[in-house]
C-alpha cells in the first residue's frame, strides 16, 4: 500500500477512523447489518435488568454508529429503550 505525497501513516484511505466501517462493509454480509439495525430499533428494556440491558444495547450499537455518534445521541437512544 502506497502513501500518497505528503500524507502519513493512518491517512491513507479516509485515515483509521474508516477502518471499522471499512471492515464492517467488506466482512459483515448487509443482511446482518440490516438485522442487527433492526434489532436495536426495536431493544427495550423489557423484563431485562439494567445491565442486561446495557450490554445488548453496547453490543448491537456497533452496528448502528450513526444513531450513537455523539454522546447525547447515545443517551437519547439509550433512554429511548428504557423501561418506565
Do not use: D, W
Not at 26 to 51: A, S, Y
Amino acid at each position: 500500500m502506497e502513501l500518497a505525497q505528503g500524507s502519513s501513516p493512518g491517512q491513507h484511505c479516509g485515515g483509521l477512523e474508516s477502518l471499522p466501517e471499512a471492515f464492517k462493509g467488506h466482512f459483515i454480509p448487509p443482511g446482518v447489518m440490516e438485522m442487527k439495525h433492526t434489532e436495536f430499533m426495536q431493544l427495550t428494556q423489557g423484563n431485562k435488568t439494567l445491565k442486561e440491558y446495557l450490554h445488548a444495547f453496547n453490543h448491537l450499537s456497533r452496528y448502528c454508529p450513526k444513531f450513537v455518534s455523539t454522546e447525547s445521541k447515545k443517551i437519547a437512544s439509550f433512554k429511548r429503550g428504557l423501561g418506565p
